[in-house]
């Protein structure tokens, strides 16, 4: 990332003024006032004058670096995805069963910390927090190195570190929160989507990465330290990054009461419901991929491209990445629920056709389709978190009581912090639903078969709720 600087001296601090405070120039009745600590107050992206003049670019800057530190906290969170696929080669001997625990429990972990995280960002700071948040990502990612460096580690010990990297899952929240108060409205959603795309492209990345870092130069075995040693120096960046570049703003106020609203309209318990269908799905087939390819396709798990080994399972969440930012726009264009139905409705498709055609034992085939099903969810989570917003500005029960748009825009920003956590959870029951089925059954089949039918009833509480009854509670365009 490159910081955008318009000075030598620190962002906003004109040169041969103390630090202590700067007041910039008085746009609109309201001047920028640069205090130590890169604090930032009286900040108003909606005032345009100060947007154009220095908010724009300062608000850039912190996107910027927020967005590499998201990254990297999506990449820490799915290291074990690509890890545990790699454990029989360096000498460890657990079951399918734990294998799905060390896949799992960062998603578990993960989507918790995304509670707690969504209102560190007022309490401390965003360019506070984002230094902490990265730093944070230093004990998942040695941890794993030392633990996978000895095959006598307990599995105890590895399931511990493995949900550690639940912190690279927690940093989304706050990343979101964080750009949430810097934007303003006529730009926000653009914002907050290139934010959730740059760190759910970690995901991809990871998994692109880790396969040929781990067999460079490893003579035919595997350095699976590697995994995790590899990024501490891009943490450190992101860290350093944020120390110099970013800034707090003193206008980010926690809104606990805001939240306990939100936890009291039924719009949040549905659009939750159906982001663990969207994102759930995105996050948690992300995770098992390259458990599944491994399972069903040994000899294409990892493809030898001259002394490095290639694991396509990347191309998923690469292009469930791409997808959400278009699945926004098109929403834009067609309605937010209409985008979610048709999104659910192909990734029901999509798992049947997977189905019907696994006794082919084509791989080719399985990887297509499961591009497919990425895609698809790529454009649901898009999709359904453009709807929240619009939701709770028309339908919720605040705003058919005749509340303001401050306060229907302040329980959709809180709304949107709670559903994306317990969307999160979707990589947590995923994974586990395989596990149950394989356990019980010794295949995958009816986990698979588990997942269409929760498509179809997801679709079919869409339909009811935002499109059947649509012109009835004025919802117009969701």
């Not at 105890?156 to 570190?161: A, K, P, Q, S, W």
């Amino acid at each position: 990332m490159t910081a955008e600087r318009t000075a030598d001296a620190p962002t906003g601090i004109s040169p041969g003024i103390s630090p202590a405070v700067n007041a910039g120039t008085t746009l609109g009745g309201s001047a920028l006032e640069f205090r130590p600590g890169r604090w930032i107050a009286n900040w108003d992206a909606e005032n345009k004058e100060q947007w154009e003049a220095q908010g724009r670019s300062i608000a850039r800057r912190n996107l910027n670096w927020s967005i590499f530190a998201e990254f990297l906290g999506f990449v820490v969170w799915q290291l074990w995805s690509i890890v545990v696929v790699q454990l029989p080669a360096a000498g460890f001997t657990f079951t399918t069963s734990e294998i799905f625990w060390l896949i799992s429990m960062p998603s578990l972990v993960g989507a918790t910390l995304r509670i707690p995280y969504t209102f560190m960002v007022p309490r401390f700071g965003g360019r506070n927090w984002t230094i902490v948040s990265a730093l944070l990502l230093l004990i998942p990612s040695i941890g794993l190195a030392m633990c996978v460096a000895n095959p006598e580690t307990p599995f105890g010990t590895m399931l511990f570190v493995a949900a550690l990297a639940g912190f690279g899952g927690g940093n989304f929240a706050s990343s979101m929160a964080n750009i949430t108060f810097f934007y303003p409205a006529r730009e926000k959603g653009w914002a907050l989507g290139l934010n959730a795309a740059g760190g759910n492209l970690g995901a991809a990345v990871a998994q692109l990465a880790v396969p040929i870092a781990i067999t460079l130069l490893a003579a035919g075995t595997v350095n699976l330290p590697v995994a995790g040693l590899m990024w501490v120096p891009l943490i450190l960046l992101a860290a350093f990054g944020a120390w110099k570049y970013m800034d707090n703003l003193t206008s980010a106020k926690g809104d606990v009461a805001g939240s306990l609203a939100a936890l009291k309209e039924p719009h949040l318990w549905i659009m939750a419901l159906l982001y663990i269908g969207t994102f759930g799905s995105f996050i948690g087939f992300a995770g098992v991929f390259p458990k599944l390819i491994k399972d069903y396709f040994p000899a294409f798990s990892s493809i030898g491209v001259g002394t490095v080994a290639l694991s396509l399972a990347f191309l998923g969440p690469l292009v469930g990445s791409l997808a959400r930012p278009y699945g926004g726009r098109m929403a834009d264009r067609m309605g937010g629920a209409r985008m979610t139905v048709a999104a659910f409705a192909a990734m029901a498709v999509i798992t049947l056709t997977m189905i019907w055609t696994l006794p082919m034992k084509n791989f080719w085939l399985f990887l297509v389709l499961f591009l497919f099903l990425f895609t698809a969810s790529g454009f649901g989570n898009g999709a359904t978190y453009r709807m929240i917003p619009v939701i709770f500005a028309t339908s919720s029960r605040a705003a058919r009581a005749g509340a303001s748009t401050v306060t229907t825009q302040r329980l959709a920003s809180s709304a949107l912090g709670l559903i994306s956590a317990i969307g999160a959870y979707g990589g947590f029951v995923i994974p586990q639903v395989l596990n149950a089925s394989n356990t019980a059954s010794g295949s995958y089949t009816p986990a698979f078969y588990g997942f269409v039918g929760a498509y179809v009833l997801m679709l079919a509480v869409c339909w009811f709720c935002y499109i059947r009854n649509a012109n009835r509670n004025a919802m117009g365009h969701v």
